[in-house]
């Protein structure tokens, strides 16, 4: 019986990650910059990579994983890498005290009512998006490894080197 209910889950948990692996742009949402503006649409940054990190303070490995996303901020942004952080925190002061301490070398903006979560259907944190240069989702990753970092970078590397 739990054989056949494991089975049942996860063939009932497949068609949310093939709905957005490799074949469909990312949701729309309505994010806020730190200083309230919003942020344009995914598709207006086709061309580029995107790593979308959903993310929130109170998130052990969403700690650990700020150096990560700062190193591929620093490494790759020259050749067209974009890394959005996406703040899921209740209360704004609550992620402002955390980039205080752990100052991030690329772009956060807020999820201020979690309606892109929602969209992104975001299950664990972190919860990371990969939007290739054609805009559409490439790789979705849950939680943070320090042992998968280097494959993870990989990815990345690969998904640059493409041409449109």
């Keep these: 019986m739990t054989r056949y ?3 049942v889950l996860f063939l009932l948990s497949q068609p949310v990650a093939a709905h957005f692996e490799g074949d469909t742009p990312p949701p729309h949402c309505s994010l806020n910059y730190q200083d309230g503006s919003q942020v344009q649409d995914w598709q207006a940054m086709k061309g580029q990579v995107i790593y979308i990190d959903f993310w929130a303070s109170w998130c052990p490995p969403c700690v650990k994983s700020f150096p990560f996303m700062n190193q591929l901020s620093q490494d790759f942004k020259e050749r067209g890498l974009q890394v959005i952080g996406v703040n899921l925190d209740e209360k704004r002061a609550e992620a402002e ?3 205080n301490q752990y100052p991030p070398d690329f772009t956060v903006v807020f999820d201020l009512d979690k309606q892109c979560a929602k969209d992104f259907n975001v299950i664990a944190m972190p919860s990371t998006y990969i939007i290739d240069k054609k805009g559409f989702v490439r790789h979705i990753h849950r939680g943070f490894r320090p042992n998968e970092t ?3 970078r990989e990815l990345i590397d690969a998904l640059l080197n493409e041409t449109i």
């Design 97 to 99: 005290a955390f980039l």
């Design 5 to 7: 209910l494991f089975l």
């Design 150 to 152: 280097e494959t993870m």
